[in-house]
Each structure stands twice: as structure tokens, then as C-alpha cells.
């Protein structure tokens, strides 16, 4: 296909200046150490002012930046902390709020909480030890309990050092206070406290029915098995309870959430006056959401506020958000209309407004400025490849915008809305970090990051946008040698996801999107990537096309950009490679199985090979279950197509993976030795579902390897 849109080459008609190479070391792990972008240090709002706290590089100290006033001044130093605690700090610990001025600081289970006064600024700290092996460690809103768990029971902490057991004797496959349903649906925890301290709310989920799967030590010998629960495809999965504990009787409530047990509970939300807690209750086929209110203190439902329902899928994905002093008003996020958008509900289930609309998506809610109405939000509304921040005027659905920069910004706001802290980036600008007035825009600058890489020969980068078989629009960058020229045939490596909720191509910094690409480029080859459908950000239609065929349509548009490739004179379409990891390693695999004749070379990490063996929350999404879509099943099954491999074709795996099971790539060779067919193969011992840390290095010089071996 053509491009609509091509950037002219330029051709080189000097002599290029001479630049560093990249080496492996510095492509892997350079942006998180010595070729880091320099940024702020614990940059955040102090609750209910107006202080911006951040620290600068390579400095001991921490700043406090009062937005009204304009004052900096100093908010103390990591010799007064050292001082204070008697620890040995080699940098600004970790800081949590109490008040205004009284914080905590922590190492590990410890926490140091500060008693500074105006009569007695000096540092004098209380210490606070948890037990050891707590993890979850929640604060309560005024930072005087702590809620943990150790093993699988929930506790909590009191001021005078008591812990009292909040979920009872310990079962074995029953967990207390910990994130559920494989983090799906937005979960990223299990402790909910009320607003006002006394009632803490928590998921319970009884894996005991699901079946067991063993993750092998290899470390030690002899080898040790670890089973977890992996619950698959269509197969049994685990149960779900919420319950109140209320800390002044020290009684816990059953929320009467129902059956089937093997629903989904999510969108946990308490009301402001700690009344009622309101739950999103996502049937197993994940096609009908309830929201549903529940007294707090007997468990009982209340009522069901509205439902959605979808031909494909509902996936709910935030808690409610309350307006700024009301206890009967709440900002609902929904796709409903095919796209991420903010809804004014009452607790009564009316719907009052739709606040922002349009074909484009809310990325997040930032806060509020409750003096003029409006919700601040980060959304893509300008360039699908950017973010930016906006007002939104919840009454009225006028929006304004609070940055004029390109690229993609992350922000936050003051308690009252009235500032924003706004760092972004873009393809010339590393790093800038600002604080901004929502009312006039006016702004002081923090931080305007030099660029670590500038003498470094990185790829020239084009925007490319094509379009899909049905017309859809489909971006993608394509990377050239710095020193490119047109005159000669390049090898053309293919990255991709191409997978739910992932965006590859972006508006940032580094411009490549990974330094390895630039890696790559300068060794000789050229490198391709485009978010195809089914990828992030782009809205229902274009996320749900996949639905139930997995791999089918985004082949098909990984296939619309290499035509794309192959109609540049000066690639060589005899050497094409493709890489991904996890789904992108299922891309990866598929490509091969499925066009053979396409690419020369390719590297499948991490890869899914068939879905009847992946869990339950994601893939029943996207593809039901095996019993109800069995064809989808038998189509993306890789494991049956292994006979149709042409190109040279390297497996990587971690043998610790938890999220795509080592049985994945174990049965796939099974299936390539039955068949006949050679495949290459590889393993990282201890790893889960990604390779880290140093070793990550020798993962990419092995992929490096083998498309300089086969390319």
C-alpha cells in the first residue's frame, strides 16, 4: 500500500561529522543509568497547599516551591534525615505527608515519622517498625493506621504498635488485601480505606479451585517445584469476595455481591461519607457490567445504578470519582460511545451529562478546580500520538487546554486545581518540567533536560502513516541509518506488539521509541514499526476489529506496512526480519506460520502459541472461550502450523514465566521435533515473563546475533 503521507528522504551531500556508536550496554540499560535523562527528584504536591516538593539531580536536598507566592526554599537536607533517624540515607529517602509539616520517611518496613513544629524546627523522628514480610503496606487517609498483609491474612497497625488481624486464620490458596483477578480491569490492589479512617474495605480471593502449575527453581539442586494457580482459557477460575472490617468494633462485613462466584468485582469505590461502597459486578463472559451500591456496615445491596452492556466486550477499568463536595454526584468512565469518555451520574443512577465526547480518547483524571467546575484530564484529543492536559468544565462540557507543547505530557494538580506540575517530552525535547496556573497558563520552568544522546549516531526517524484493507489509518515510524543512502539495499527489521492496550508509536523522546532500533540502524539495517489494529488509543472500533480472531486482522495490517517496505527501492525485500515479545512474540510466531515466504528471519519471545493456555480474564475477553469460539481457537493455534515454517526462527522463554507459561514454546518445539522442522531456541534461567537487569544485555546481543547471522 502507499503511504498518504511520505517525508521526502534527504540525501547526504557532505561529509558526516563523526559520532559515538552505540554500544549493546548503553542500547539496553543507557536511558536508566549513565545516559539517564536528568529529571526531578520525588516531584509532587503537598495535599491541600499550594507547595510543589521536588529535588534536582546529584543534590542532597529537597526543595518546596510555593506556586502562589513564587518562593523557593529549602524543605530539609539528607544530613538533617541521617541526623534525625541515625540511618545512613545515600539519598533523599522516600517521603509520605502527614500535614503540612509532618511527613514520614522509610526504609524498607521501617518509617520514621517526623514531630517538627514552628516553635521547634529541628527533625525529631518516631520510629515505626511493621512486622517483617509485611507487603501491601497501605496508610489510612490521615496517615495514622497502616494496613498490611503478611502471608495471606490482612492486618493493621495502630498508632500505639497494636496489630490487629483483620481477615482471620491464614487458609492456604486464600488471600487477604491483595490485588485480584490477574490486575485486569484496573485493579492494582486490594486494601480500600473509607474516607474517614474508621472502615477499611478488602478483596478476598479463594484460588483453592484452581487448577495448580508448576514454575521450576532451577537455581538449586536438586531442582524445586513452586506451584501457583494459573487459571486458563475456559477452564476453572477463582472466586472473588469484597468484605468491611470496621475498626471500631473490630467486625467484618460480607459485601452480597452474589453468584456466580466467578465474576469479576471491580471499580471499588467509597462514598464521601463512608456510607456505602460501590462495586462494578463484570460477568464471567465480560459482556455485562452492574453497577451496584452496598451498605457499607450490613453488606446488603442497595440498588443497581445502570448497566452497559456490549455484543463484544465491557471492560471497566476506574473507580468512580466523586465531584468536589458532593456526596451524590460521581464521574463515571465509559467507552459506551466507542471511546473513553467522563459521564456525570447521580448515586441514584441518573445520568446527568456527558461532559467530553468526540473521537478521541480521556487518557486520565488529574484532579479538580472545584472554583470554576472543572475536571483536569489528560487525553489524546489533538494527535492520537500525543497527550495533553485540559479543563473540562463539568457543568457545562466546555474544554479548554493547559499546555501548547507537543508531545506527551504526564501531569498532576494541586489539592484545589489551581496549579498543575507538568513534565513532557517530545521527538527534539528530552525532558522539560514545568509548574503551570490552570487560570492564565502562566508557568515556571523546574527543569529543561539536555539531551544525553546528542552525540550519539542515532536513526533518522520518518513518520509513516498508511492505511488498512477497510480504510483505517495506521501509523508507524520507519528508522534509517544516520548515515542512510538512497542508492543501496538495506535489511528491514520489523518490531511489533500489535497487541490490547499497547502504543508503540508516540510523539517522544527518544524519538526512535528504543534505543535498540537505533542500535540496529547504525550496524546497517533499517527498522519498521506501526501499531496495527487491536493496538491502544485509538478507540473501540479500531481495538475490538480482533475480536474472537485473534492475530488474523493484525497480520493482515503488519503485512499493509510490509508492502509498504517492499515498494522502497532501497529495501531489500529478501531480508526482512520480525521481532515482539509476548504478544508480540505470538505476531512474531504467526507471521512465520502464516506467510512463510515473507520474512527471512525472525526472534518470538516470550510467545503465546495457543490461548486455550492463557489466562482466563484476558483472553476471554478478546476471545471467548474455547467451547464458544472454537474455530478462533483453532485458527490462532500456532501449535498446529508448525510445518509450514520456511525462515530461520529463534524461541526465547524465561523458565520462571508466570504470565506465558514455559509449556508454550515447550509444546511448540514438541510439535516442530513431530514435524520435522528445525527452529532455534533459547532460554533465560529464573527469569519470569521479561528479562531485566544486566542479563537483559546478553538478550539483545542474542537477538542482535542472530539477525546478523541470518539477514
Avoid at 267 to 280: H, K, M, N, Q, R
Avoid at 438 to 447: G, I, R, V, Y
Avoid at 536 to 550: A, C, D, I, M, V
Avoid at 605 to 622: A, F, H, K, L, Q
Wanted: proline share 4%; hydrophobic share 35%; charged share 20%.
Amino acid at each position: 500500500m502507499k503511504p498518504l503521507l511520505w517525508m521526502s528522504f534527504c540525501l547526504l551531500t557532505g561529509t558526516c561529522l563523526a559520532q559515538k556508536k552505540l554500544s549493546m550496554k548503553d542500547a539496553v540499560l543507557g536511558l536508566s543509568s549513565h545516559l539517564a535523562i536528568n529529571n526531578l527528584v520525588q516531584p509532587h504536591w503537598q495535599k491541600n497547599t499550594s507547595n510543589f516538593i521536588y529535588g534536582l539531580k546529584n543534590q542532597d536536598y529537597l526543595l518546596r516551591y510555593n506556586a502562589e507566592t513564587g518562593f523557593t526554599d529549602t524543605v530539609f537536607t539528607l544530613a538533617d534525615i541521617n541526623t534525625s533517624t541515625g540511618e545512613n540515607f545515600k539519598k533523599i529517602p522516600s517521603i509520605q505527608w502527614i500535614s503540612e509539616k509532618q511527613f514520614y520517611v522509610r526504609k524498607g518496613n521501617t518509617f520514621y515519622k517526623s514531630h517538627s513544629t514552628d516553635d521547634n524546627p529541628e527533625l525529631n523522628f518516631e520510629k515505626i517498625e511493621l512486622p517483617e514480610g509485611a507487603e501491601n503496606i497501605t496508610l489510612s487517609p490521615d496517615k495514622t493506621y497502616f494496613a498490611f498483609t503478611k502471608g495471606n491474612v490482612l492486618n493493621i497497625q495502630f498508632e500505639n504498635g497494636e496489630v490487629a488481624n483483620v481477615s482471620g486464620v491464614e487458609q492456604e490458596h486464600v488471600l487477604n488485601g491483595q490485588s485480584v483477578h490477574r490486575n485486569e480491569f484496573g485493579i492494582n490492589g486490594g486494601i480500600f480505606w473509607s474516607p474517614s479512617n474508621e472502615h477499611l474495605a478488602y478483596y478476598r480471593m479463594d484460588e483453592s479451585m484452581v487448577n495448580d502449575y508448576p514454575i521450576i527453581d532451577w537455581s538449586v539442586t536438586p531442582a524445586q517445584n513452586k506451584n501457583i494457580k494459573y487459571p486458563m482459557a475456559g477452564g476453572v477460575s477463582h472466586h472473588v469476595t469484597l468484605h468491611v472490617y470496621h475498626l471500631k468494633t473490630r467486625k467484618t462485613t460480607t459485601l452480597a455481591t452474589g453468584l456466580p462466584a466467578d465474576h469479576y468485582l471491580t471499580c471499588v469505590t467509597w462514598s464521601p461519607d463512608d456510607a456505602y461502597l460501590f462495586v462494578g459486578i463484570l460477568n464471567r463472559e465480560q459482556n455485562h457490567l452492574w453497577l451496584n451500591q452496598y451498605d457499607a456496615h450490613t453488606g446488603q445491596l442497595i440498588k443497581t445504578l445502570f448497566e452497559e452492556s456490549s455484543q463484544k466486550y465491557v471492560e471497566p477499568q476506574h473507580a468512580l470519582t466523586f465531584l468536589p463536595g458532593k456526596n451524590d454526584e460521581f464521574i463515571w468512565r465509559s467507552q459506551k460511545d466507542g471511546f473513553m469518555h467522563l459521564y456525570v451520574y447521580t448515586t441514584e443512577g441518573k445520568l446527568k451529562k456527558q461532559i467530553t465526547k468526540g473521537p478521541w480518547l480521556v487518557n486520565s483524571i488529574v484532579g479538580f478546580q472545584p472554583s470554576s467546575n472543572e475536571v483536569i484530564i489528560t487525553a489524546s484529543k489533538e494527535d492520537v500520538k500525543e497527550v495533553h492536559s485540559y479543563a473540562v468544565n463539568y457543568k457545562t462540557g466546555h474544554i479548554r487546554p493547559l499546555d501548547i507543547e507537543p508531545g506527551v505530557h504526564h501531569v498532576t494538580a494541586s489539592s484545589d486545581g489551581r496549579f498543575v506540575y507538568d513534565w513532557y517530552h517530545n521527538s527534539t525535547t528530552p525532558r522539560r518540567a514545568l509548574v503551570r496556573r490552570t487560570s492564565d497558563l502562566q508557568e515556571k520552568e523546574l527543569l529543561h533536560a539536555n539531551n544525553p544522546l546528542k552525540d550519539f549516531a542515532l536513526s533518522q526517524v520518518r513518520n509513516i502513516t498508511l492505511k488498512a484493507e477497510d480504510g483505517t489509518v495506521l501509523f508507524g515510524k520507519l528508522m534509517l541509518p544516520h548515515d542512510f543512502d538512497s542508492t543501496k539495499k538495506y535489511p528491514v527489521i520489523v518490531y511489533l506488539y500489535n497487541g490490547p492496550h499497547v502504543q508503540l508509536i508516540k510523539n517522544s523522546c527518544t524519538e526512535s521509541g528504543n534505543l535498540w532500533y537505533d542500535l540496529m540502524t547504525q550496524k546497517g539495517y533499517i527498522v519498521f514499526s506501526m501499531d496495527g489494529r487491536g493496538s491502544s488509543n485509538r478507540g473501540l472500533k479500531f481495538e475490538t476489529s480482533t475480536w474472537h480472531h485473534l492475530g488474523k486482522i493484525e497480520m493482515e495490517d503488519q503485512l499493509t506496512g510490509v508492502q509498504f517496505l517492499k515498494n522502497l527501492s532501497f529495501v531489500d525485500s529478501k531480508r526482512l526480519g520480525v521481532h515482539g515479545w509476548s504478544f508480540g512474540g505470538f505476531m512474531t510466531t504467526s507471521l512465520m506460520l502464516h506467510y512463510p515466504e515473507v520474512f527471512k528471519a525472525a526472534v518470538a519471545g516470550g510467545p503465546v502459541m495457543d490461548w486455550s493456555m492463557y489466562e482466563v480474564m484476558y483472553t476471554e475477553r478478546y476471545m471467548g472461550t474455547p467451547k464458544n469460539n472454537s474455530q478462533g481457537y483453532a485458527e490462532s493455534n500456532l501449535l498446529t502450523k508448525t510445518k509450514n515454517i520456511k525462515g530461520k526462527l529463534l524461541l526465547i522463554h524465561g523458565t520462571d514465566d508466570d504470565v506465558v507459561v514455559w509449556q508454550h514454546s515447550i509444546n511448540f518445539l514438541k510439535n516442530c521435533v513431530n514435524n520435522g522442522v528445525q527452529v532455534d531456541y533459547f532460554v533465560y534461567p529464573g527469569h519470569p515473563h521479561n528479562v531485566r537487569g544486566k542479563d537483559r544485555v546478553h538478550l539483545m546481543q542474542k537477538i542482535t546475533d542472530y539477525f546478523d547471522q541470518n539477514l
